[in-house]
């Protein structure tokens, strides 16, 4: 979370290899929330879908 705002959480997705990370990695996108729900109810979707985290 960035120390600036702390009610945002963000993870970087990379949809052709099916990568989810909870760090910045050149070449994935940004996705960024501000409500917490939807963000566990995106890192949910994304394993139900068998995403790899890293």
């Known amino acids: 979370m960035d120390q600036k705002d702390p009610h945002r959480w963000r993870?970087?997705?990379d949809m052709k290899q099916r990568i989810v990370s909870f760090h910045p990695v050149e070449g994935?996108?940004?996705l960024e929330f501000r409500d917490r729900e939807?963000?566990?109810r995106?890192?949910?979707e994304?394993?139900?879908q068998r995403y790899?985290?890293?």
């Open 46 to 48: 994304y394993t139900r």
């Open 28 to 30: 994935f996108e940004q």
């Open 11 to 13: 993870i970087w997705v």
């Open 42 to 44: 995106c890192v949910d």
């Open 38 to 40: 939807l963000f566990f």
């Open 52 to 54: 790899r985290y890293q």
